[in-house]
């Protein structure tokens, strides 16, 4: 559908809440005309606010609970959805700017994590078997991500899931499922230690305070 014209149709209905009375009818006139002869519905025109953006991601069905985390916190800030796409990308939903930005961010945290998670395995991981290792780093991972949410739940307050949202979800994707998060194995001696530094390590990463802006500010850090 054609965006310019969507966008010029919510003009003319934002118009209508003018004041000025004959300014607000001939707005809603024009809106109803141009809908009519397009043949589009306000059902339409309220779903056109809603934008998509993409994420590199691990590109798995089940993706590690780090990364799921990562998602939850971007959207816990911004107030937008997620959902996984073909390939195990992220696509951020969300109302305007709020899915650029939402994309952006995850992918701010993504590679701070990635770094956190390689400096790790270097300092602390470098004579340990390859399957132990992953295991280990894995955990430090869940340990540094979990820290993250809880510095932005303490800082952004709930703001539930967007009702325009969810019916953009279920009209455009009908058949998603819910998709299991893959954790670090607990297998053979104590990771402890390992979630512990990861969880230090998150706790020591600074938020931009432009977090607090919601949609307008991206998530960043300094």
């Given amino acids: 559908m054609d965006k310019a014209l969507l966008d010029k149709i919510r003009k003319c209905l934002a118009l ?11 707005a809603i006139a024009k809106a109803r005309a141009l809908m009519d002869e397009h043949g589009i519905s306000r059902s339409d ?83 340990c078997k390859p399957g132990r290792k992953r295991q280990r780093a894995d955990v430090f991972c869940e340990g540094w991500a979990s820290a993250v949410f809880l510095k932005v739940q303490a800082l ?36 402890d230690g390992d979630r512990l530094q990861g969880c230090m390590a998150g706790e020591a990463v600074d938020l931009n305070a432009g977090l607090k802006g919601g949609a307008e500010a991206p998530l960043a850090l300094s």
């Fill in 16 to 26: 209508g809440r003018s004041a000025n009375e004959h300014e607000a009818a001939a």
């Fill in 156 to 191: 952004v307050p709930e703001l539930g899931d967007d009702p325009l949202v969810e019916r953009y979800l279920q009209e455009r994707y009908p058949a998603l499922v819910p998709v299991g998060a893959r954790t670090a194995s607990e297998k053979g001696r104590s990771t």
């Fill in 45 to 127: 025109v309220d779903l056109a606010e809603i934008a998509e953006a993409t994420a590199r991601a691990s590109r798995t069905v089940k993706p590690p609970a780090w990364e799921v985390l990562l998602s939850a916190t971007v959207c816990r800030a911004l107030g937008v959805s997620v959902i996984l796409d073909g390939v195990g990308d992220r696509v951020f939903v969300g109302r305007g700017p709020a899915a650029e930005i939402a994309s952006y961010s995850f992918a701010v945290l993504y590679r701070s994590l990635k770094s956190a998670r390689a400096d790790y395995i270097r300092s602390a991981l470098k004579r």
